[in-house]
């Protein structure tokens, strides 16, 4: 174990880290997503970055429940549920991250649902505009796409539409729950890749369709195999561009994460996470990560586990090998 070597491309320094715990759950209906950031903390991973990984990790101590900014009243709009919850959390998680990544830190989010992808991506994207004057690309790991808009939502949780909000494929008015998301805060859908789909709504295969947006299914996996899917996926998003890793837990097959919400068999082995990982760390453009979607509660056997492989893809993509 030793501290990562690769000398990152768009940061300031090899070892600054800013870390965001993000206990929030309002993105879907399962309670028990929002102990997943502590659950990975008492499970040694900011030691391990600190001693292991020699991270100056920056954090607060502290998992943010947001419960100061919760709304009395949250009635669904546009088919969405919860809409002022999550508008508020990613709100305020979009400046939290932009602090740490407008100083050059390279940012760690943990979840929290994946709706909180809305906060973290805006705030890095925001940042690397303002600090390199580039566009980032999104590197995201997934059974799902969420890239559903509200009207194409049948559940209406909005950790099934951030990507769709990311890429302003949903927009919404100035006055409105993502109303506050900016251009400056956006990304182009020419810039996302995704990979480990295997449960996509039929309206969101017509999206990714009608935007030619870059997907690597299981099926994709399959046939090339995992590297030759990461040189392709890579080769994509080409070598001057920062990246942003948002990376669920239920991309892994349950064999390897069963303690996550939308569990989808066929997934990804624990190796073929951590090896996605490790290859976005070896091109020195990854800016952020996201670890999105572990619910300890779900699966008493399971947890533990779920848990160490969320850890371990943090740590691989980190520059763990």
């Not at 990304?187 to 990714?208: A, H, M």
């Not at 453009?285 to 533990?304: F, I, R």
Request: proline letters at 5%; one cysteine or more; charged letters at 25%.
């Amino acid at each position: 174990m030793n501290a990562p070597t690769i000398q990152p491309k768009f940061l300031s320094t090899k070892t600054e880290l800013g870390l965001v715990a993000v206990g929030f759950s309002g993105g879907q209906c399962k309670p028990g997503v929002d102990a997943a950031p502590m659950a990975l903390i008492e499970s040694g991973l900011v030691e391990q970055l600190k001693d292991d990984l020699k991270y100056d990790v920056h954090y607060d101590g502290q998992v943010h429940a947001y419960a100061d900014l919760m709304p009395k009243t949250d009635p669904d709009y546009r088919g969405m549920k919860k809409p002022k919850a999550v508008c508020a959390v990613t709100k305020q998680l979009s400046s939290q991250v932009y602090e740490h990544a407008k100083k050059g830190r390279f940012v760690l989010t943990l979840g929290g649902d994946h709706s909180i992808a809305i906060g973290t991506i805006s705030g890095t994207a925001k940042a690397i505009r303002e600090r390199l004057g580039r566009d980032m690309a999104v590197i995201w790991v997934d059974a799902h796409a969420d890239i559903n808009t509200p009207e194409t939502s049948d559940s209406g949780n909005i950790h099934g539409m951030p990507v769709a909000f990311l890429t302003g494929l949903a927009n919404d008015k100035p006055d409105a729950p993502f109303g506050w998301l900016n251009d400056d805060q956006r990304i182009s859908p020419k810039k996302l890749v995704y990979i480990g789909l295997r449960d996509v709504d039929r309206g969101e295969k017509k999206i990714l369709r009608d935007n030619g947006i870059k997907a690597f299914s299981m099926h994709d996996i399959d046939r090339y195999g995992i590297g030759k899917v990461m040189d392709m996926a890579l080769g994509w998003i080409g070598s001057d561009t920062p990246i942003h890793l948002s990376f669920d837990i239920d991309a892994l097959d349950p064999m390897w994460a069963p303690s996550t919400g939308t569990a989808v068999r066929g997934g990804l082995t624990l190796r073929e996470g951590d090896f996605i990982a490790e290859c976005v760390h070896e091109t020195g453009s990854l800016v952020a990560l996201d670890l999105v979607e572990v619910n300890p509660s779900l699966e008493e056997q399971g947890a533990a586990e779920t848990v160490r492989a969320g850890v371990s893809i943090v740590r691989s993509s980190l520059g763990d090998t």
